[in-house]
């Protein structure tokens, strides 16, 4: 599970975070919401320990983790048990510990192959040539688009299938947390749609999901549970259908796809939420 506490993040004068507290568990979906200038990519580039590539200084508080499975035994009596401090690490390292970030904008190499392009995001894995040719056919497995383009420079990919790339790449290093920056970007609706519902089967497979989006709609109905983030600071948190049910995500972040949402979730008063004043 992943845990942020309190966290302050500053570029020079602008404070990004002002006190973010979130929480990842093992083998789930979390969204966070926000609007530009949130603070969203703010919060996975201090995760990832790409903050500083951005002169991004974190001035408080910390950054937890632990890889799914590790000290089972101790989880059961305290949550905390097997918590590793990772705000200080650098972005090979926090790689090393399971986390691994698809950067908004996608940031392939356009003039590489797809192939090229999945292989770059395997290299600094220690796994063995066999080890990465198998997580590579379970790529793409969850993209065949991917296998049928393999040769094809990744500047002629369509956006949609260049964010299936950036996420496959982010997939060849094995993660046992993936940090997604905003992946339906400039998408058409029914390949966000698609996008919703590969987060999921990558969840399936095992791995955590962080999913930043604007587009709310599709991160409330993959994440279990979800946050709204606005100049800095958490406002709402909750699971992710009570959520969909507040005016202020309605308002601020659904738009016409409120009515789908909210007709699918489960009927029930919003006791679960937690609203943060101040
Ligand atoms: N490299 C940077 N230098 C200075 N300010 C930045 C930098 N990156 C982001 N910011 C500022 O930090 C705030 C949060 O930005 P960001 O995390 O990119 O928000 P979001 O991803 O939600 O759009 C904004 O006010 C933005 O202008
Ligand atoms: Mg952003």
Known sequence: ??????????YGAVEALKGVSLEVPDNSVVAVLGSNGAGKSTLLRAISGTHR?????????????RAAGQNAADEQNDQNA?????????????????IVQSPE???????????????AGGMNSSA???????TRERVFTLFPILAQRRGQR?????????????MGRALMASPSLLLLDEPSLGL?????????????????????????EQNAS?????????????????????????????????????????????????????QHLTRWTG
């Open 82 to 98: 097997g918590l590793i401090r990772i705000d200080k690490l650098d972005p090979a390292k926090t790689v090393g510990r399971g």
């Open 128 to 134: 063995t040539k066999s080890a990465r040719t198998e």
């Open 1 to 10: 599970m992943l845990k942020v506490d309190n966290l302050v993040v500053r």
């Open 188 to 212: 058409a609706p029914q390949i966000v749609e698609q996008i919703g519902e590969i987060v999921l089967e990558i969840n399936g497979m095992g791995t955590s999901v962080l999913l930043v």
């Open 218 to 270: 599709m991160a409330l109905r993959v994440a279990q549970h979800a946050h709204v983030l606005e100049v800095g600071k958490v406002s709402l948190s909750g699971p992710a259908d009570e959520l969909a049910k507040t005016d202020q995500v309605r308002d601020l972040y659904l738009g016409h796809g409120a009515e789908e949402i909210s007709g699918s979730a489960a009927v029930g008063r919003s």
């Open 105 to 119: 904008g996608r940031r392939i190499f356009g003039r590489l192959t797809v192939d090229e392009n999945l292989r």
């Open 53 to 65: 590539l951005h002169r991004g200084r974190i001035e408080q508080g910390s950054i937890s983790y």
């Open 154 to 166: 990744a500047s002629l990919l369509s956006g949609g299938e260049q964010q299936m790339l950036a």
